[in-house]
């Protein structure tokens, strides 16, 4: 079983939609789970940033983490043509390096 | 820009060739880490350095090697390169293990 999970997609939205993105990880020492963002061409940037299972939400954008079943998502409300690119996911554990999942490529449609 | 400084853009070279790809972390970042992106295999992680010295592995191949020079600035040596070898090479600084990750725009390396 690969450590970090994520169906590459790609998926392809209306404008306005809500998104849902997902990740599976194995490792259950991951305490940090990270959300990138990466467009074509660029470097991943960090998105979102959470500590242990629970919600956290910046703008339009929600990430959740349920530990126990080792599952984390990426909310995206209102979804705009600007969110078009490839979102990585990166559970952590804090003393080793980011693993990062395949990455999800999404592409919001005007 | 994200503070994270690679050079070059994009390099073309033939197998068999050696390059040097290079890294500017962040004002202030003390880790730098290596990262492989190709089409089918996504982000690998490559080395990791800490203020000077080697401080984690991953799927780095022999014939790949980095290091770190004092003023923290980073080099990956890729050598005897094969057209396998074409992926998108990437550098990214932190401040330390508990914090994300900022990267540079990446060097293209495509091995003919």
């Known amino acids: 079983q690969k450590e970090v999970e994520q169906d590459p997609g790609p998926l392809s939205v209306p404008e306005g939609a809500i998104v849902s993105l997902n990740c599976t990880y194995s490792?259950?020492?991951?305490?940090?789970f990270m959300w990138y963002r990466q467009y074509s061409r660029k470097g991943p940037e960090l998105l979102m940033y959470?500590?242990?299972?629970g919600n956290k939400e910046d703008g339009r954008f929600t990430a959740q983490v349920d530990k126990s079943s080792k599952y984390i998502s990426l909310f995206i409300r209102d979804s705009q043509p600007s969110d078009s690119a490839t979102y990585l996911c990166?559970?952590?554990?804090?003393?080793?390096?980011?693993?990062f999942g395949k990455g999800t490529r999404l592409s919001v449609i005007a | 820009d994200s503070g994270v400084t690679q050079t070059p853009k994009h390099l073309i070279t033939a197998t068999g060739q050696r390059v040097t790809l290079r890294c500017s972390p962040r004002?202030?970042?003390?880790?730098v880490y290596w990262y492989q992106q190709s089409l089918d295999q996504g982000l690998q992680f490559l080395i990791q350095?800490?203020?000077?010295?080697?401080?984690a592995k991953g799927n780095i191949l022999e014939r790949f090697s980095a290091q770190q020079f004092p003023d923290l600035h980073s080099e990956l040596n890729l050598s005897s390169l094969e057209l396998g070898d074409s992926a998108l090479y990437f550098c990214?600084?932190?401040?330390?293990?508990?914090?994300?990750?900022?990267f540079g725009s990446g060097t293209r390396l495509t091995v003919v």
């Open positions: 350095y800490y203020n000077g010295e080697e401080r």
């Open positions: 990214a600084s932190s401040v330390g293990p508990d914090y994300g990750y900022t």
């Open positions: 004002s202030g970042d003390l880790s």
């Open positions: 959470t500590y242990s299972s």
């Open positions: 990166a559970p952590h554990s804090g003393n080793t390096p980011l693993v």
């Open positions: 490792n259950s020492a991951f305490q940090y």
